[in-house]
């Protein structure tokens, strides 16, 4: 019953990190598509941060318009992010 239950927490802990992380790449975007203060430490915060989260995914794409390249780069990180740590809380469970 106990491996259950600790399972149960590492799975909860999994889903939480996850979440919060895609949330961070999620604000991102949204300050970006609603052209947000820079200079505010909070946006500051929030787009370093983000940054770091999508370093592998941010410049992946091309297109011609940079909130498009915002939008696909941030969110595929924030997608997979939910996708892997939301798979591997239902493993642990």
């Given amino acids: 019953m106990s491996s259950t239950r600790s399972g149960n927490s590492a799975a909860r802990a999994i889903v939480v990190v996850a979440d919060i ?14 052209d947000a203060n820079r200079g505010n430490d909070l946006v500051q915060w929030i787009h370093h941060a983000a940054n770091w989260l999508a370093g592998w995914s941010r410049d992946l794409f091309t ?4 909130w498009a390249r915002v939008v696909a780069g941030y969110g595929l990180a924030a ?3 939910l996708a892997i740590g939301h798979a591997i809380a239902g493993r642990l469970r």
């Fill in 79 to 81: 997608v997979v992010y």
């Fill in 63 to 66: 297109f011609d318009e940079a």
């Fill in 21 to 34: 992380m895609a949330l961070i790449l999620g604000l991102w975007i949204l300050m970006y598509l609603l």
